[in-house]
């Protein structure tokens, strides 16, 4: 069976991810900050694997994985851990520009650096979950925005540099998404928040699956998620 890492799998689209390929049968590597959220993981998706690193440092991933048994083969790296933090530029301090650049941009990039040659080795595929936000920047969405267009520079630098290797990329932009990022952004904006308007994770899973279950002959580069009716 094809082997999955996942980031982000504790919750949102991640967790619905994990469910949706843990129920068919593949086998799941899942990426955990920490041991105990590990354990947890773990718990959820019996006969998984876990890896820990902590994403908000990308620094010391590579020093993380050199301590850990690391996967001989892999089909797909699933990059959809994010975090989120609005506010206007006047008042964005450095620490909050950081934490998102480092989580959404940075760590995936190392996690990709690391894993390139088990992806290589089964012409894999590598997904980075992106945004509404990574194709335009509204008011107060600086710095997250700028980690996800910087995310879509990095997936279409990957995927011209890794086609001849038989590695496909895709992004992914979801618009909101009935998650516990989402509750967040609608308490920063000062709005209620009613997940029913908004995208299911699990049909943004659906999405990331069709495409990595496309055949061979064909590649999804971009792929945009809307809430529906």
């Known amino acids: 069976m094809p082997t999955h890492l996942i980031t982000g799998a504790g919750s949102g689209i991640g967790a619905a991810v994990a469910r949706r390929l843990h129920e068919r049968g593949d086998d799941l590597l899942l990426l955990a900050r920490d041991a105990g959220r590990a354990k947890e993981l773990g718990a959820r998706y019996?006969?998984?694997?876990?890896?820990?690193?902590?994403?908000?440092?990308?620094d010391r991933i590579s020093w993380a994985f050199s301590h850990q048994p690391?996967?001989?083969?892999?089909?797909?790296?699933?990059n959809v851990a994010g975090i989120v933090d609005l506010g206007p530029v006047a008042e964005l301090r450095p620490r909050t520009w950081h934490q998102q650049l480092n989580t959404n941009l940075v760590a995936p990039a190392e996690l990709t650096r690391l894993l390139l040659p088990q992806l290589r080795a089964s012409r894999g595929h590598v997904v980075f979950v992106n945004s509404g936000a990574g194709l335009r920047a509204s008011a107060e969405w600086s710095a997250y925005a700028a980690s996800k267009h910087g995310l879509?520079?990095?997936?279409?630098?990957?995927?011209?540099?890794e086609h001849g290797n038989g590695v496909r990329v895709t992004s992914v932009y979801p618009g909101r998404t009935a998650s516990p990022m989402q509750a967040k952004v609608h308490s920063q904006e000062g709005m209620e928040y009613d997940p029913s308007r908004w995208?299911?994770?699990?049909?943004?899973?659906?999405a990331i699956l069709t495409a990595i279950d496309l055949p061979r002959d064909a590649e999804i580069n971009d792929l945009t998620v809307r809430p529906g009716l």
């Not at 879509?152 to 540099?161: F, G, I, T, V, W």
Request: glycine share 2%; charged share 30%.
């Open 46 to 58: 019996p006969g998984s694997r876990t890896l820990v690193a902590d994403l908000a440092d990308p």
């Open 152 to 161: 879509k520079a990095l997936a279409d630098s990957l995927r011209a540099e």
């Open 70 to 78: 690391m996967p001989d083969r892999l089909d797909s790296l699933l």
């Open 199 to 206: 995208i299911s994770p699990d049909s943004v899973a659906t």
